[in-house]
């Protein structure tokens, strides 16, 4: 007979297979799989693997499968994987086309314009037009789209080498904002140039945040194309970045458009060729007019008569207005002179400065006891790049004023260094350049084209054993600091 209150009730025996299964249960219906996670997470790990990864996922499911096409797609180095879609190319004399014997139909374009839907980065490079999809071939597809070809494209590389330049036109969608527009060196485009600048001044009026402009030597002289860039670079009112890096500017008036237009402009970077001291001064007025927004400035000033000349701060002057500036890269074929009274006005007027070059490509460098007063009036500098000089009187280690609180990189270039200064000097850096500074010496000559390509100074490594034994002992020196 069964106790009271033990009718209904089960044992614990048989409670036990009913929790685990119940358990078993819940975890089932907590566990992720491929059909939870949510497309923007698909992407987001789509967008850090390869290409080939991104291929082999397309093969896997049907939910990697969008998530990886759109990726694969997203950036096209040319535009001849898209119109292979539409059938067979073949070789012509102005570029790859159609297949004569191929069919266009409806399904096919629809296909085109799924894919083309996708693009959002597009590199087009002329050089080499049988390699290049033909006007033709995209004037047929215009004809079918005539709102434009790829309608969510957000930054394009053009390299134009021919003088039919209408097509580009084809590619600049209201969600355009990059653009790399670079002329090669055929003197028929000239006046097609121009002309594209101009339409492009309306096509895409106020929409381009980034723009890089670059030409060869044989457009310098061009005054009509420096007309032409100026009136576009005056219909971007929303830039922020402005390169041009291989367009030697020889009127000011170029870069006053360009900081006049644009008020939100925070990086500019220019090739200034065969101006006068004073043209220059012109010159960073104009980018000085933007001081409030301008967070990084690189510019290189060269010329044939430029080499016995000498830079100061007065030159420069100008650009003491730059008080948001965050990087400044100065390259200049001369000399440079800097005072201690120099060094002061420039930190005090660049008060965030991050990252530093100043290069002249002659004379003497900066005196080495000068790092002491950058590192006084530059408390937040992060990379140093300059040319330094070695005079007999270096400071001892208990004669250095102050030292640098941020520095991470100190960038030695030109370095010419007696072997009877090496360890004074090791000494003096390992207390100036505060405690978590790296020394580096550029192992090739630091030139204009690297200053503005982005081709990163603080990197380099010296293959010099003499300047290697100076780091040596620098490291050295900055051990026996840190026991102290």
């Known amino acids: 007979m069964d106790r009271p209150g033990e009718a209904g009730r089960s044992s614990p025996l048989t409670q036990a297979p009913a929790k685990h299964i119940s358990a078993q249960a819940s975890a089932t219906q907590n566990r992720a799989s491929i059909q939870t996670v949510p497309p923007e997470i698909m992407t987001m790990i789509f967008a850090m693997v390869d290409q080939q990864t991104c291929a082999a996922a397309c093969l896997v499911c049907r939910g990697w499968s969008g998530a990886a096409i759109d990726e694969l797609w997203r950036s096209l180095p040319s535009l001849r994987p898209l119109f292979q879609l539409l059938g067979p ?47 033709v071939f995209i004037a047929r597809a215009l004809a079918v789209y005539p709102g434009g070809i790829l309608p969510n494209l957000q930054a394009v590389d053009w390299h134009i080498c021919e003088p039919g330049l209408s097509h580009p036109l084809a590619f600049c969608p ?33 929409r381009l945040k980034y723009f890089k402009f670059g030409t060869s030597s044989s457009y310098t002289q061009d005054a009509d194309l420096a007309t032409a860039l ?64 301008l967070r990084c400035i690189w510019l290189t000033r060269t010329g044939s008569d430029l080499w016995d000349e000498m830079i100061c701060l007065a030159d420069i002057r100008p650009m003491l207005q ?5 990087e400044i890269r100065l390259w200049f074929q001369g ?58 009187d270096i400071p001892s280690t208990d004669e250095v004023p102050s030292w640098f ?45 690297q200053t503005l390509h982005e081709m990163s100074p603080w990197e380099a490594g010296s293959g010099n054993m003499e300047l290697q034994d100076l780091i040596d002992a620098f490291y050295r020196a900055r051990k026996a600091i840190d026991k102290m």
């Not at 730059?322 to 965050?326: D, K, N, Q, S």
């Open 322 to 326: 730059l008080t948001a500036i965050e």
């Open 174 to 206: 209201p969600s355009l904002e990059r653009m790399v527009l670079r002329l090669g060196d055929d003197d028929s485009l000239t006046e097609s140039s121009q002309r594209l600048l101009y339409d492009l001044s309306s096509s895409l009026a106020n």
């Open 405 to 449: 609180k941020s520095l991470r990189t100190l960038t030695w270039l030109r370095a010419q260094i007696a072997g009877s200064q090496r360890l004074r000097v090791a000494e003096f850096l390992a207390v100036v350049l505060g405690p978590k500074a790296k020394l580096r010496f550029p192992k090739y000559r630091l030139d204009s084209y």
């Open 335 to 392: 000399k440079l002179e800097l005072t201690a009274s120099d060094i002061r006005q420039m930190g005090q007027a660049w008060r965030g400065l991050t990252a530093l070059i100043l290069y002249p490509d002659a004379g003497p460098g900066i005196p080495l006891p000068h790092l002491a007063i950058f590192a006084q009036w530059f408390p937040v500098l992060q990379r140093f790049a300059a040319p330094f000089d070695c005079p007999e």
């Open 230 to 293: 100026a009136a576009f670079l005056r219909s971007q009112s929303g830039l922020l970045e402005l390169k041009l890096p291989d367009y030697a500017i020889q009127d000011p008036v170029v870069v006053a458009t360009a900081c006049q237009a644009s008020m939100h402009l925070r990086t500019f970077s220019a090739q200034v060729r065969d101006v006068t001291k004073e043209m220059f001064r012109v010159l960073l007025g104009a980018s000085a007019e933007r001081g409030d927004s």
């Open 89 to 135: 190319l073949v070789r012509t004399d102005h570029g790859l086309n159609l297949h004569p014997e191929c069919v266009l139909t409806e399904r096919s374009w629809d296909l085109f314009r799924s894919y083309a839907a996708r693009v959002q980065s597009l590199t087009y490079d002329e050089v080499g037009s049988s390699d290049g999809i033909s006007t």
